[in-house]
């Protein structure tokens, strides 16, 4: 129905007392001095949310609330009518004031500020508001529209919001800013039937039955928290609600999850690990949880893993419910997922970023504190082991690339704000703060953190703004630490040189030098273990602060059968390899310990310093029947399926098939731990090419009669039948067609039915997939695209694929334009990941040969993705 013909009931405004109670906790900003009000020259209007623009606004506005409704069809393609009224108080009239919308200017019908009507002026993605409209002083602007769609995330029977970090302005005008936090009151009318969750608690709600129109319900909220605008959020659709209380917390799950399994085995775990989360933070901080309430949804196929959104938390449901099939490592994932969530209501929500140059600060914390609540939260799990899995190979994946940025990247313009995420934000940060607090001591960093978030509570906060909180609590220079760590890209590698008389150790030193030949150093603490043959061990601790240091405690110890390098994964940087260790490994009793020496490897393969790809398959085939920890198995695993189908040439990966299958098979069987034997029946599955292999995870697919000892699950059985159908497998259409017909989540049916052209053995179907993925409306569902292009550039079909890479790259652009803020890195990784070929690496070059302007950040994320092709032509080559 639309908003013109709803009683006007449905469009509350809010008072001026109640307004004003909503955004009292808004931090006003300085408000100039009549002697400093003179007009300054007139912002200009340009495309996205322009630094400049950025700094007057919070010069200008404060005071800021909204109230929006929506009335919402059950046809997806029908428009969404709506009504916003904006208020806010103005320091000074002396141009202009613009309003951030990122849409068609016909979805623009009707402009009033100030209770006249104005000429709607709207250009480059802005609605300018005439000086003459507007008063210092308080404000209100009145605008009837028809919402954006690029951010609504419409499917059939549910929709939802996800606006990070600019993405308000797509769905309605807005100051779409970090620290212009506002209260928002949101009336949503929907179809019947439809449940809805937003920021703010439900006030009431009203069953509209409808007459000439499709019965509706709509539902009013209370007015939110003070929030900034990417926070901003609602779902709607047809989803069952579920409530609980834990721990006197109230919590509200919206989900579409079918699977009964599913639900009895992690709706205790889901709410249970979030209430832990919450007292976790409520203690580390000492501030109680800052906000009226706290409940999630689970959206299948969300963009990310979850979204931090005050009051209504997204995940993606695959991350939340898992099923009896689920690894420790996929549990460890999920507690880590919701706490990192829950970290957010306090390192981003209540207090936020001034602008987007610092996106980082808020995920360094949120990770650096779910990685502490996971410790709590599942004591089971190795902490220390969990943080060198999960972090370092995803950092050193960007750091040594030619494309890697640091950790605090500049920002012009907010349009260019998704580039900033990645694997340096989400994993060297985080291996960049432990440093930091080992530098400061736990305690005196603890209080600092507690400092900034007293300080700075329901406003927003720089970088500097925390060093200097910091800085006055240890005697350490942080401002030279951060220099290197923070606002440089790159990583040192490390060299050491040992010296022995009469069998023992007179000296012992280390050096260290930028990757890329600079002068830097990153001054850090680390260990290093001496290993005897006995199995006797000695770690030291070195204060590598200078370009060459000593250990002075390695003086008069016994010489060591060989070293290991960094054996408590805490350091940064590519260490040495002593000669002896790849024998050595299976004397290494620590799981931290052998997890440091695998990454050592693998790094020092990719730099060329120490041994071949095929020396270190060789390695970690040997290792893979020893070792008993999960997550090194996890390690190992993936090393293996990186080499063998990255870093082998085709015809030796085809010889060495049949068996490396033997050896898994065979590891597999001997292993009792189940999740174990399920790693090792994936990697089984990953690499199988001869056709007995295939033919036998056919059987296990046909029968659904898993190994013995191994679980598989309704998801297993269709990654084995999307496996076999990407080998041509015989009759592969018929495969995925039996498979589809046992997939009983709509959701789940919808993807894969999506996945099926690229699949396909059709080279031409796998054609007019990928020109289809052209049209912007065939790349919604961004997780399907990314994993049908994984399918699409598998190495099985590079030889028919590769020609994609082109148009594939002159895609990007508009990608970053249209698509989440992960997309196009996923893009890039889903289309290069697999490539080996000196073809595909000049495409590349090429490409950025021909593009001598192209945005610098989108250049640094296709340089991150191509990396391991640069390293693939070398390397195979050799």
């Not at 989400?426 to 703060?433: F, G, Q, R, V």
Request: hydrophobic share 40%; aromatic share 10%.
């Amino acid at each position: 129905m639309s908003f013109l013909t709803r009683p006007r009931a449905a469009y509350p405004l809010l008072s001026l007392p109640l307004l004003l109670a909503a955004c009292a906790r808004v931090p006003l900003v300085p408000v100039a001095t009549p002697a400093a009000a003179v007009a300054a020259p007139a912002v200009a209007v340009v495309p996205g949310v322009s630094r400049e623009l950025a700094e007057d606004r919070a010069r200008r506005v404060s005071r800021l609330g909204y109230e929006l409704s929506l009335n919402v069809p059950a046809d997806k393609a029908a428009p969404i009518e709506a009504h916003e009224t904006v208020r806010f108080r103005l320091a000074d009239v002396g141009q202009p004031l613009q309003l951030d919308f990122k849409a068609p200017t016909a979805n623009l019908r009707r402009l009033r500020v100030n209770g006249q009507p104005v000429p709607i002026d709207h250009h480059d993605e802005h609605l300018v508001l005439p000086t003459a409209a507007l008063k210092t002083g308080l404000n209100e602007v009145q605008i009837d529209f028809t919402a954006g769609n690029q951010s609504l995330n419409r499917n059939a029977d549910y929709l939802y919001t996800l606006l990070v970090p600019d993405r308000a302005r797509t769905v309605f005008p807005v100051f779409d800013q970090p620290n212009l936090k506002a209260a928002f009151t949101l009336t949503l009318d929907v179809p019947s039937g439809w449940e809805a969750m937003a920021n703010a608690p439900l006030r009431s709600s009203e069953n509209n039955l409808g007459g000439l129109f499709p019965p509706s319900t709509t539902y009013y909220f209370a007015p939110s928290d003070t929030i900034s605008t990417y926070l901003f959020s609602f779902a709607a659709g047809r989803f069952s609600r579920l409530e609980r209380t834990v721990a006197g917390r109230p919590m509200q799950l919206l989900h579409r999850e079918t699977d009964k399994s599913k639900l009895a085995l992690s709706l205790d775990p889901i709410f249970q690990i979030h209430a832990d989360a919450l007292r976790f933070m409520e203690s580390y901080t000492g501030i109680p949880y800052p906000f009226q309430k706290f409940d999630f949804v689970a959206l299948p196929d969300f963009q990310y893993g979850g979204m931090e959104h005050v009051g209504a938390i997204d995940y993606k449901a695959s991350s939340l419910f898992l099923d009896e099939g689920a690894t420790q490592d996929q549990k460890n994932a999920r507690s880590n997922l919701i706490s990192h969530e829950t970290a957010h209501m306090w390192f981003g929500d209540l207090v936020t970023m001034q602008w987007f140059n610092d996106v980082w600060m808020k995920e360094v914390f949120a990770n650096f504190m779910a990685d502490k609540i996971t410790q709590v939260a599942l004591p089971e799990s190795n902490y220390d082991l969990k943080f060198v899995i999960d972090h370092y190979p995803a950092a050193y994946g960007v750091d040594r690339t030619s494309g890697a940025n640091p950790i605090r990247q500049n920002l012009e313009n907010l349009s260019d704000a998704g580039s900033l995420y990645g694997g340096i934000i989400y994993h060297k940060a985080p291996i960049m703060m432990r440093q930091l607090e080992r530098l400061m001591g736990e305690e005196p960093f603890r209080d600092g953190l507690r400092a900034y978030l007293k300080q700075y509570a329901h406003g927003n906060a720089t970088w500097p703004d925390l060093i200097r909180i910091l800085d006055e609590r240890t005697p350490a220079d942080l401002q030279a630490w951060n220099q290197v760590w923070v606002n440089q890209p790159g990583r040192p590698v490390f060299d050491y040189d040992l010296k022995t008389s009469a069998g023992k150790i007179t000296r012992l030193t280390l050096t260290q030098q930028a990757e890329d030949g600079s002068e830097r150093i990153w001054p850090q603490l680390f260990e290093v273990l001496l290993v005897y043959p006995n199995g006797r061990t000695r770690e030291l601790t070195v204060n590598q602060n200078a370009r060459e240091v000593a250990v002075p405690a390695a003086v008069g110890e016994p010489a060591p059968a060989f070293i290991l390098f960094n054996s408590t994964g805490l350091g940064y940087g590519v260490f040495p390899i002593d000669k002896p260790l790849p024998v050595g490994l299976a004397t290494l009793t620590n799981p931290v310990a052998r997890a440091a020496a695998y990454v050592n490897l693998y790094e020092n393969m990719l730099n060329g310093r120490a041994l071949t790809p095929a020396e270190l398959l060789a390695v970690v085939r040997r290792q893979l029947p020893l070792e008993t920890e999960e997550l090194n198995l996890k390690l190992l695993t993936g090393q293996l399926t990186d080499v063998y189908w990255k870093l082998l040439p085709p015809a030796r990966r085809a010889t060495l098939a049949p068996a490396l299958e033997a050896e898994l098979w065979r590891a597999m069987e001997q292993n009792s731990a189940p999740n174990a034997k399920k790693l090792l029946f994936k990697a089984y599955q990953s690499i199988a090419l001869s056709r007995a292999a295939q033919t036998r995870l056919y059987r296990i697919w046909d029968t659904q009669q898993a190994p013995a000892g191994v679980k598989l699950t309704e998801d297993d059985y269709t990654s084995l039948a999307l496996a076999l159908a990407v080998r041509d497998y015989p009759a592969p259409a018929l495969i995925l067609a039996r498979q589809l017909t046992r997939i009983p989540n709509p959701d789940r049916r919808k993807r894969m039915e999506f996945l099926l052209p690229a699949l396909s053995p059709d080279p031409a179907t796998r054609d007019a997939f990928f020109a289809s993925l052209a049209d912007e409306k065939n790349r919604e569902k961004e997780a399907w695209v990314t994993a049908a292009l994984a399918y699409l550039h598998h190495p099985l079909r590079a030889a028919t694929s590769e020609k994609y890479l082109p148009q594939s790259l002159a895609l990007l652009e508009e990608i970053q334009q249209t698509g989440d803020i992960f997309f196009p890195y996923s893009w890039l990784q889903s289309t290069l990941g697999s490539y080996q070929t000196p073809t595909a690496a000049r495409t590349v070059r090429e490409f950025l040969r021909a593009h001598p302007s192209y945005n610098p950040q989108l250049r640094a994320k296709l340089l991150q993705a191509a990396d391991d092709v640069f390293r693939a032509e070398k390397l195979v080559q050799e």
